[in-house]
């Protein structure tokens, strides 16, 4: 049949957009300042990282977590993470421009504020480097 191809483009256009849609999307609304970042996370990080930056059951981490707090881990650290990678993580570099990441890294300091997490409420108010755990 000649007009095989009629349908095929649509076909193949609605095969990508199944596959796309395929990253774990977000389940939290955000401010519209950083609803660029929350969607450019879900794009790119949210497959390894989890819906909303939570993590999922992958060997990389959810960032909402005191661990990534600005205190314990800076804007740099993370810009740093996404273009260079590291043993277990791909770099970036190819997925997003410098100005997604400034967007992205603005995306996760709202969520880990958002959750409620500070840096001061730790147990014991232990100074000292507990590296158990
Ligand atoms: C293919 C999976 C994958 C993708 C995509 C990915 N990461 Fe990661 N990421 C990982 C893994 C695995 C680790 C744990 C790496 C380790 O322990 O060295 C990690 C670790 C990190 C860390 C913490 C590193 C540390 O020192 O603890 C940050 C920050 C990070 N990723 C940010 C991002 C951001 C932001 C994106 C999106 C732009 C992203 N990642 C995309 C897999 C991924």
Redesign the pocket.
């Known amino acids: 049949m000649k007009r095989f191809h009629v349908w095929v483009l649509p076909s193949i256009a609605a095969i990508l957009i199944f596959i796309s849609s395929c990253a774990p999307q977000p389940n939290k609304k955000v401010p519209a300042k950083f609803e660029a970042g929350q969607k450019y996370?879900h794009q790119?990080?949210s497959?390894?990282?989890g819906s909303d930056a939570l993590g999922k059951k992958?060997?990389?981490?959810g960032f909402i977590d005191k661990e990534?707090l600005p205190e314990a881990?800076s804007d740099d650290e993370?810009r740093q993470?996404?273009v260079d990678g590291?043993?277990?993580?791909?770099s970036?570099r190819n997925?997003?421009t410098d100005a997604e990441i400034v967007e992205?890294i603005k995306y996760l300091r709202y969520s880990q504020k958002a959750a409620g997490l500070s840096a001061s409420d730790d147990e014991e108010g232990e100074e000292t480097d507990s590296s158990a755990g």
């Open positions: 996370f790119v990080c497959n390894c990282h992958t060997k990389a981490p990534f881990y993370i993470q996404i590291s043993d277990k993580m791909p970036q997925k997003v992205i």
